[in-house]
Each structure stands twice: as structure tokens, then as C-alpha cells.
């Protein structure tokens, strides 16, 4: 594989597999070393990239194990316990909606916050986020219905509270 062949198989990927890392690890930094560091790892075994089928799960995978690796090192412990505490009960207003059901995602157990964002942020099929993530097609639609299902229980929760907190000042 020559190198335009790798940027058109393998380096188009890079945004997506940046994503993936931050959604994964959380800073920028970590995630931008983490997709460079596969990316080299990749361009070293360029010659045998052609055996995969599917080059982008196979990247995705890449870098999912990566991110991984970092995490288990302790690198970015201390960012990942910080950045992925559950959603709690300051005010909320109506323009901050986006960023607390980002939080809600991030407070979901790992595999239901990845699935999630393959599925309902990059738009990956039930089969491809399966072939990413090593899981059985049905473990991926249940991880998913799970995580569909925590968020909307919290925002129903959250709402509520909300609701009747603005009623009750009201009188």
C-alpha cells in the first residue's frame, strides 16, 4: 500500500476516529495522541491493512483499544472519574439542554455510552457497531435500548423536577 492509497482507505477515518477517542477519554490532547499513535502503528503495518474488509471498523477497533489502553494506564484517570460524574442537581435552564443530556451519556456504563454514540452520533449500523465494539448484533440493539431507555428516564426525572419546581414558585 502506497501512501495515497493509505489516505484514501485509512486516514479519511481520522475525524470519526477522533470522536471516538474523545468520546472515550475526554480531553483533546489524550484523544489527538491517542487516533496519532494508531495511525502510525497503522502506516507501519500498511502492507497487511489490505486483508481487512472493513477498514473503518477495523480503525474504530484500533483506536477503541487505545483509548482503552490509556484509561487502564492511569493516564487520564483523574479526567475520566471528574468528566463522567452523573448529572447532578444544580439549576438547570432550558439553553444548557444539549450539554445535560451529554452528561447523562457520559454517566451511562461504558458499553451503553459507546454503542450510543456509534449509533446516534456517528450513524454506524447495528452490524457495524458490533464488528467495532466485538459484541453480538443483539448484545449491541440491547445496550443500546438500554442506554435510549436511562436517558430518557433521567430527563423525564429531570423535567419533572423542574416543572414542578417552577409551579411551586409560582404561587
Known amino acids: 500500500m502506497n501512501q495515497e492509497q493509505f489516505k484514501n482507505t485509512v486516514f479519511i477515518h481520522k475525524d470519526k476516529l477522533f470522536r471516538f ?19 502510525m502503528r497503522l502506516w507501519q503495518l500498511k502492507d497487511q491493512l489490505l486483508q481487512y474488509k472493513n477498514m473503518e471498523a477495523f480503525c474504530m477497533q ?3 483499544n487505545e483509548a482503552l489502553n490509556r484509561i487502564k494506564k492511569g493516564k487520564v484517570r483523574s479526567n475520566y472519574v471528574n468528566q463522567y460524574q452523573a448529572v447532578s442537581t444544580t ?3 432550558i439553553g444548557n439542554t444539549k450539554e445535560i443530556i451529554v452528561r447523562m451519556i457520559n454517566s451511562l456504563p461504558e458499553k451503553q455510552r459507546l454503542v450510543m454514540h456509534l449509533r446516534d452520533v456517528e450513524d454506524y449500523d447495528i452490524d457495524e457497531i458490533a464488528e467495532v465494539l466485538e459484541m453480538g448484533e443483539s448484545a449491541v440493539r440491547v445496550n443500546l435500548m438500554r442506554a435510549r431507555q436511562k ?10 423536577y423542574e416543572t414542578a419546581r417552577i409551579y411551586s414558585d409560582r404561587k
Open 151 to 160: 436517558v430518557k428516564e433521567q430527563l423525564t426525572k429531570l423535567f419533572d
Open 62 to 64: 484500533s483506536v477503541k
Open 21 to 39: 477517542a474523545k468520546r472515550i477519554l475526554v480531553d483533546d490532547d489524550e484523544a489527538f495522541d491517542a487516533v496519532q499513535n494508531v495511525m
Open 91 to 93: 439549576e438547570y435552564t
